[in-house]
């Protein structure tokens, strides 16, 4: 234990200073301020468009979403993986570390594909951190999957690599195959999910299947859990409305994903009650599968879906979800080897290709009676007439088809070089407790030690 706290010491500051360096020469080199947060350029602009009012920056459109993003990513995120009950400073602190790194690093990739100028700069702004956040959200769900298995090396070492992986993916989905995705079913939740699951397949440790008693939850820990839950579903629908256009397009994404979340949250109640032969509910479902309308709702949010269509997705997703934690997850883990943490197929990954089969349908059937003068904004190309509804259609197919390979191939490549010892993986021992990376209250860290002792002794074979 000694010489790996020790190898830490070592290893950790000098990825995250080398990391940080690396990030701030780029940031020096490459990004400047757009035009809306540039001071001479802002006031430029109002001027050769007949003094447009100041209100009129985009910060004053978006800002409000992007807080409440951020929340999500930081706050969210961060607490609903508190649910183990001897990794609360891993999964709130890690999730931190990870997030900070990876909204700036995302900056850069993204910014690469979709911000630079004639100038050879990336402009930023609020979007752009929006934008960022969002890649770092992917990122978030793949930690999910890896929770307490890996070191903070590994898991900036995988920001590193799927934060990039992440912006080509995008860019492809989005300017390649012209696919519509403003909350990120595909981009976000599908490529996230799928990508934290190959990765945790290759890092497959035979050894953790002897510790499943450390994977679970106390009732304080739960609750933890349960601060993330709400500050998801409350926030979700800035999540998905963040960047979509002005007004309408807007309110309709907030507005369906707020119904989607509300059916959701019923189905998963009723679902959890009804495949327990008790008829009790399991906390792990209210947790989890009351999220997944509002994945489900990323890519056709801002579509005509109409309310009781959105609370039709939400119905499904919850169930989908609840009846995944409970039948699928153990099949995952006893057949294929995948040691999901944290289910996040079942709250990311099924919801996600849920999310972007109903995007695809939608898109199918839309119609100018339907979208009147709004079908500018949702299908642009539909609305100039460049192609039809079922060729939209099919290009929102072929943009689930793409995340999923990117996710599956980027997933493989990544969880080998994870494998590499230098990056230092935490004893199987170990896993799932925050000792070996944490100073602990001195009463907790006794207690720690003697649980461990107790394992050992327990878990030690008779014929030793």
């Not at 909350?183 to 939740?189: E, K, R």
């Not at 996040?344 to 939608?362: D, K, R």
Request: charged share 15%.
């Amino acid at each position: 234990m000694t010489g790996y706290s020790t190898s830490m010491r070592i290893r950790l500051p000098a990825v995250c200073v080398v990391l940080e360096v690396i990030l701030i020469i780029l940031f020096g080199v490459l990004v400047k301020y757009d035009h809306e947060t540039d001071a001479k350029g802002w006031h430029k602009y109002i001027k050769n468009h007949n003094n447009k009012s100041q209100v009129e920056n985009d910060f004053y459109y978006r800002y409000a979403s992007f807080q409440d993003v951020h929340v999500m990513i930081f706050i969210g995120f961060g607490f609903l993986m508190t649910f183990l009950k001897r990794y609360g400073y891993g999964s709130v602190g890690f999730n931190f570390l990870i997030a900070s790194f990876s909204l700036q690093w995302a900056t850069l990739m993204q910014g690469f594909f979709h911000g630079m100028k004639e100038d050879g700069k990336i402009h930023i702004g609020v979007e752009s951190m929006i934008n960022a956040d969002f890649c770092t959200g992917a990122v978030l769900i793949s930690f999910g999957a890896v929770l307490g298995k890996t070191s903070p090396v590994q898991l900036l070492i995988m920001a590193v690599f799927e934060v990039t992986i992440f912006a080509i993916n995008e860019y492809v989905i989005l300017n390649v195959v012209g696919a519509k995705d403003a909350g990120g079913s595909m981009t976000i939740h599908t490529f996230g999910a799928y990508f934290g699951l190959v990765v945790t397949r290759i890092l497959y440790r035979p050894e953790l299947e002897k510790s499943k008693h450390k994977e679970g939850a106390v009732y304080h820990s739960d609750l933890f859990a349960m601060i993330g839950t709400i500050y998801l579903w409350m926030f979700w629908p800035s999540f998905n409305s963040a960047i979509t256009a002005h007004g309408d397009d807007q309110h309709r994404t907030a507005m369906n994903t707020y119904y989607s979340l509300a059916s959701c949250t019923l189905a998963t109640f009723a679902m959890s009650a009804l495949v327990n032969h008790e008829g009790k509910l399991d906390m792990v479902h209210i947790q989890n599968a009351a999220l997944a309308g509002g994945v489900a709702m990323g890519t056709a949010g801002e579509m005509m879906l109409t309310p009781f269509g959105s609370m039709i997705v939400g119905f499904l997703a919850g169930t989908i979800s609840t009846l995944g934690y409970k039948y699928l997850t153990p099949i995952l883990n006893s057949k294929l080897k995948v040691q999901d943490t944290c289910g996040i197929h079942n709250l990311h990954g099924m919801p996600g290709i849920l999310g972007a089969i109903v995007g695809a349908v939608t898109a199918a059937t839309a119609t100018a009676d339907i979208y009147g003068d709004g079908m500018e904004d949702v299908f642009p190309d539909m609305a100039a007439g460049d192609i039809s509804a079922s060729q939209q259609g099919i290009r929102q197919a072929v943009a689930l088809a793409v995340a999923m390979a990117f996710a599956l191939v980027g997933g493989v490549l990544v969880g080998f070089i994870l494998k590499i010892p230098i990056f230092g993986s935490p004893p199987d021992t170990i896993c799932f407790e925050d000792q070996i990376y944490w100073e602990l209250p001195e009463e907790e860290d006794e207690d720690h030690a003697e649980m461990t002792r107790v394992r050992t002794v327990e878990e030690k074979p008779l014929n030793a």
